[in-house]
């Protein structure tokens, strides 16, 4: 039985109804396959004419929108008021609460009306003076400048600046304007129409906690800049403004190298007479020179240094574990130093190292160790290796300055460093510390 019913498939997949079924279900196939790609064609012209058309119309709009841009959109520089040459720029400190600044718009609102106008002829006044006076300014400190690099000296002033102070006991605010400054000192290489002027900001901190940081704008070209810019530092009790110390940095901006600092100022705040709310008290302070404070310590510190010497791995090990007595900053009685290390063969630096900043102190510890590997050469000679240690000043803004600096070497430029080289190449894989005094 099961061999004719086998029979009978085969027979009927031969017949020709079976060949009409296979054709009627392969053109069904393929005509559904036909219907949805017309479909989807259809749905594709359909939706770029209809986008087309939604572009056409928005076009003339978009056009509108371009044209007046230009004209009316302006980005956001800083806030500033727009009246005088520099406006007003109040920055708040981070301890500002909302209901200050709203309270504080409101009054200053009240007074603006009847006060603006004086102000504007103040301010223009101000500019214009500026503007005719700043050539023969500039022109008359540029040759003060040459005849003093002619004489082979130069004066510790570095100008003057100008600001106004005020204290609110009712908001806890202590207001700073910075006005001007003059008679700021040229940059060798920056000349502006054959004048060599500067790009100076000021930038003003809070001593001793340096919690509150502001600074200008920039002012280009000239040497002596006009500022007019107020700032604001909130929840300042009357007794932390009595132990309070303003900081101010006249700052050379750079497009290229690092900033450098012009000249600094303090005003120690309890020397000043605040006690009447909202009185102004008008300053003006010399600038003295950055270096300076450098250049006239005479004692430069102690560092204490550990070095050993492995011929087997032809390895030099140094420790820079501690200073004391480092100079202090002439203003805020810190410094932030670090250390770098330099590895010297026949007198050239072919290794360096550098330690952490160590911040506010003028006796660090650091603890931290360096290997260097000596020089694979057939005529290596371990005398003619020396290893030199340079104590930096960190700075944030400006050049890092050396504070001091000492050599161990055979020919090292002291006593104690040649003795303290001749220990550690007389006695290979020995550890020997000793306290060097810094040079300048």
């Not at 070209?221 to 007794?239: K, L, M, Q, R």
């Not at 300076?292 to 240094?305: A, D, H, M, N, Y």
């Not at 603890?367 to 104590?391: M, Y």
Request: a positive charge; charged letters at 25%; aromatic letters at 10%.
């Amino acid at each position: 039985m099961i061999s004719m019913r086998s029979r009978s498939f085969a027979e009927f997949s031969k017949s020709d109804k079976f060949r009409d079924s296979n054709l009627l279900t392969t053109g069904l196939c393929v005509g559904a396959v036909l219907l949805v790609g017309v479909v989807a064609v259809t749905a594709c012209f359909a939706s770029r004419r209809r986008n087309r058309h939604r572009y056409t119309y928005l076009s003339p709009l978009r056009d509108q929108l371009e044209a007046v841009r230009p004209n009316e959109v302006k980005p956001v520089i800083s806030l500033k008021n727009a009246a005088g040459p520099g406006g007003l720029k109040k920055s708040p400190s981070p301890m500002q609460s909302p209901e200050s600044v709203d309270n504080e718009k409101q009054q200053s609102a009240n007074g603006d009306n009847a006060g603006d106008e004086s102000k504007i002829q103040r301010q223009h006044a101000k500019q214009n003076y500026a503007e005719l006076n700043d050539a023969d300014t500039d022109e008359q400190q540029l040759q003060k400048n040459m005849v003093a690099q002619l004489n082979g000296k130069t004066d510790n002033n570095c100008g003057m600046l100008h600001f106004t102070l005020a204290y609110s006991f009712e908001k806890n605010a202590l207001t700073v304007q910075i006005c001007n400054a003059y008679g700021l000192p040229t940059r060798r290489g920056t000349f502006t129409n054959g004048k060599q002027l500067v790009d100076a900001y000021v930038k003003l901190q809070l001593l001793p906690d340096k919690q509150h940081k502001i600074k200008t704008r920039v002012v280009r070209n000239t040497c002596s800049p006009v500022y007019d810019e107020e700032f604001i530092f909130y929840g300042i009790n009357y007794n932390q403004l009595q132990n309070t110390t303003l900081h101010f940095a006249v700052i050379a901006f750079d497009r290229y190298l690092r900033d450098e600092i012009i000249g600094e100022a303090i005003c120690p705040l309890n020397e000043l007479e605040l006690k009447q709310s909202q009185q102004t008290v008008e300053m003006e302070v010399e600038l003295v020179s950055h270096n300076w404070k450098f250049q006239t310590v005479q004692s430069r510190g102690e560092l204490l240094i550990s070095i050993n010497y492995y011929p087997s791995t032809n390895k030099i090990n140094t420790a820079v574990l501690k200073a004391q007595n480092l100079p202090a900053f002439s203003f805020t009685g810190f410094s932030d130093p670090y250390v770098k290390v330099y590895l010297l063969y026949n007198g050239k630096k072919i290794a360096k190292k550098k330690t952490h900043v160590k911040k506010k102190t003028i006796a660090p510890v650091y603890n931290q160790s360096f290997s260097f590997d000596l020089p694979d050469v057939s005529d290596f000679n371990i005398d003619n290796i020396s290893v030199e240690f340079l104590v930096m000043d960190w700075d944030r803004i400006a050049k890092n300055e050396v504070m001091g600096r000492c050599e161990i070497g055979l020919r090292a430029p002291t006593v104690d460093g040649r003795n303290h080289w001749e220990e550690i190449s007389g006695s290979p894989g020995k550890q020997f510390a000793k306290w060097h005094r810094l040079q300048k």
